[in-house]
Every structure is written in C-alpha cells, then in structure tokens.
C-alpha cells in the first residue's frame, strides 16, 4: 500500500496514519502491519535486496537483528537512544543504503525477537597526558 506519513507522528491511538495516493487518510491498526518502509520513491517491487550486513557496519548507534514471527530475519542499525524510537516499535535503517528504502518501520506486535548484536560507538580518544594538566604559574612566590 502506498501512500505518506507524517515523519514526527505517525501514529495515533495505536494506528498507522496515513495519507494514500488518493488522498484519504487511512488508520492502519499496528497488529495489521509488518513493516513500513519510508522510500525515496514509489513503484519499487523489490524494497530491500539485502536483508543483513555483510561487514560490521560504520554508522554509530545499536546494530540490531530483528526476527518476525514467520522466522524471517531483517538486519538494521538504530540510535542508542533508544528514546528516539517510538514506545509501538523500532524505526531502523537497513543494511543497503543505496537502495530506495531509506528507513524501516516495525511494530513490536510483529516481530517475535530483536537481538542487539553490537554497539557501534565513535573511536576511542587518546589519553591526555598529565603533564599537560599541571597549571603554569604566573607569578613566583616570594
């Protein structure tokens, strides 16, 4: 089904909110929806060629796998805060991103597991020396 969602609130009253080619809005119930794909542009048949990684990926955040409830699995990375997601599932971005889905949708109601599988932070810093924390004097003491 195509159509466009607001991309700050989505969802009200536990649905999907949506505004179809035709121009009506449509509430989806979430236990309805598998996924929901934001796309740069409709017509696509195929929405997402790879469903995993097939290296450790470099954008920081949360690189999580998602099982649904016929087994399939999806690969995605998310922010570590996980406020940024919202409380009716997980909002991931897929593995290919040069394909047209730009961000993924899932409701809690249809996935059966989600499995951190690692925490991809920014590189670790050089200590600094102590040495260099030591205050110069400005003025000797008498």
Avoid: H
């Avoid at 809005?25 to 542009?41: A, H, Q, S, T």
């Avoid at 016929?70 to 922010?79: A, H, R, S, V």
């Avoid at 996935?111 to 040495?131: M, P, S, Y």
Wanted: proline share 4%; charged share 25%; aromatic share 8%.
């Amino acid at each position: 089904m195509n159509g466009y969602v607001s991309s700050a609130s989505f969802i009200v009253d536990g649905k999907l909110e949506m505004l179809n080619t035709a121009g009506q809005v449509v509430g989806i119930d979430l236990k309805d929806i598998r996924c929901v794909y934001f796309v740069r542009e409709f017509g696509e048949t195929d929405l997402l060629a790879r469903k995993t990684f097939t290296t450790r990926p470099r954008a920081a955040g949360l690189w999580v796998r998602l099982r649904f409830k016929d087994n399939e699995l999806l690969e995605g990375t998310m922010p570590s805060d996980l406020t940024q997601s919202p409380a009716e599932g997980f909002l991931i971005n897929p593995p290919d991103l040069r394909s047209t889905t730009q961000r993924i949708f899932v409701p809690r109601t249809a996935l059966a597991a989600v499995a951190v599988l690692a925490v991809i932070g920014a590189q670790k810093r050089k200590r600094r020396d102590v040495a260099a924390d030591i205050q110069e004097t400005l003025f000797e003491e008498q």
